[in-house]
C-alpha cells in the first residue's frame, strides 16, 4: 500500500497532532478482544476516566494492544533524572512506560552520554496505565513510545525548564532543515535507531532525507521512517517486548527498503502539501479508539 494511503487511515486519529497512530501497510489481526465502539457521548467521559488515573496498575508488565489504541500494565516511571538523561514536562504525568521501554532510554542515554558528552531531553512516554489522551498523542498508548527532543544539554535542566523550556526546531516549512541542524543531531538519530528492539522512529521529512544522503549504508537507516510533524524530536515506537502476548505490533518494516525512495518523494510533492493543508486546517473532533476489552478494567 502506497503512503498516500497510510496518511488517508492516519487521518481519523491524527489531526493536528504530529503523533503518528495508523498501522503501516497491512494490518495484523487483533490478538486482544475488541470493545464495542463508544458513542460521542461515552467518548468524552472515557477520556476523562483516563485522564484521572495517577498511578500504574500493578501486576506483571504488560502492553495490551495497539500503540494508539491499548494499555499498560505494570508500568515502571522513568526516573526524572540519571546520569545521561532528564524528563521534561513532567507535570503532564507521562513518564511511564513498559520496562522494556524505560530500559531502552536509559540504554540510550548511557551511550550518547559516553560518546558525546551530551544529556538527552526525554518528552512525553505513556500516562500510567498508557490508554487514549484527550490532549496531543494519538499513539503512546501500550508503553512503546517515547519522544527524544533533537536538543540535548550538557547539565540538568533547573524546574523552570524542564516545563518552560521550548523544544528547538530544526525545520522550517515542512520542508527545509535549518541552518541549526548538524552533525549532532544526525549521531543521536543513529545512536537511537541502532538498536534491534526498534521498530520504527518517526522524523520530520527533511530529517529522513539527509540521514538517506548521509548514512546510505548504514543498517538501521530503514529504521527511520517520515511523518508530519517531528520538527524538534524524534518518535521511538519499540517492538512488542516478551510476556506481552496482547501487544499488537505496528508491521515490521524491510531491512532492504531504506525509505529513501519513492515513499520518500511523496512528502515533497504537491499531493503532500494538500494533504497537509487538510490535516492542519480540519476542525474533526478527536476520535476516542476502539479499545481491546482487556483495557476497561484498568481504567477503574
Keep these: 500500500m502506497s503512503v ?9 486519529l491524527v489531526v493536528l497532532a504530529s503523533w503518528p497512530s495508523a498501522r503501516a501497510q497491512t494490518s495484523q489481526p487483533r490478538r486482544a478482544s475488541p470493545a464495542p465502539a463508544p458513542s460521542q457521548v461515552e467518548r468524552g467521559v472515557l477520556f476523562a476516566e483516563w485522564a484521572k488515573i495517577r ?4 501486576g506483571p508488565a504488560a502492553a495490551v494492544g495497539f500503540y494508539a489504541a491499548g494499555c499498560l500494565q505494570g508500568a515502571e516511571a522513568l526516573p526524572l533524572d540519571d546520569d545521561g538523561y532528564s524528563v521534561m514536562r513532567p507535570s503532564r504525568h507521562r513518564f511511564y512506560g513498559h520496562p522494556s521501554l524505560v530500559s531502552y532510554i536509559t540504554n540510550l542515554a548511557s551511550t550518547t552520554r559516553a560518546k558525546f558528552g551530551t544529556r538527552l531531553l526525554i518528552g512525553d512516554m505513556a500516562p500510567p496505565r498508557g490508554g487514549p489522551m484527550l490532549t496531543g498523542h494519538a499513539s503512546h498508548q501500550n508503553g512503546l513510545d517515547v519522544d527524544v527532543w533533537l536538543t540535548t544539554l550538557a547539565r ?19 520542508k527545509r532543515l535549518r541552518p541549526n541542524w548538524d552533525e ?8 537511537a535507531a541502532d538498536s534491534d528492539r526498534v521498530n520504527r522512529i518517526f522524523v520530520s521529512p527533511p530529517i529522513k532525507r539527509y540521514m538517506c544522503q548521509n548514512y546510505q549504508a548504514a543498517s538501521w537507516l530503514y529504521r527511520l521512517r517520515p511523518w508530519w510533524g517531528h520538527e ?3 518518535h521511538v515506537r519499540l517492538r512488542c517486548p516478551p510476556g ?5 505490533e505496528q508491521d515490521p518494516l524491510d531491512p532492504a527498503d531504506t525509505g529513501c525512495g519513492e515513499n520518500l518523494a511523496w512528502w515533497f510533492s504537491a499531493e503532500a502539501d494538500r494533504e497537509w493543508q487538510r490535516l492542519s486546517t480540519s476542525t474533526e473532533p478527536k476520535q476516542f479508539p476502539v479499545l481491546p476489552a482487556e483495557c476497561s478494567a484498568m481504567a477503574r
Design 156 to 174: 540538568h535542566p533547573t524546574e523552570a525548564e524542564r516545563e518552560r523550556l521550548p523544544a528547538t526546531s530544526f525545520v522550517v516549512g515542512r
Design 184 to 191: 549532532a543531531q544526525a549521531r543521536l538519530l543513529a545512536a
Design 232 to 234: 524538534d524530536h524524534f
Design 4 to 12: 498516500r494511503v497510510v496518511v488517508r487511515v492516519a487521518v481519523t
Design 244 to 248: 506481552s502476548p496482547l501487544c499488537e
Design 55 to 58: 498511578e500504574p496498575l500493578t
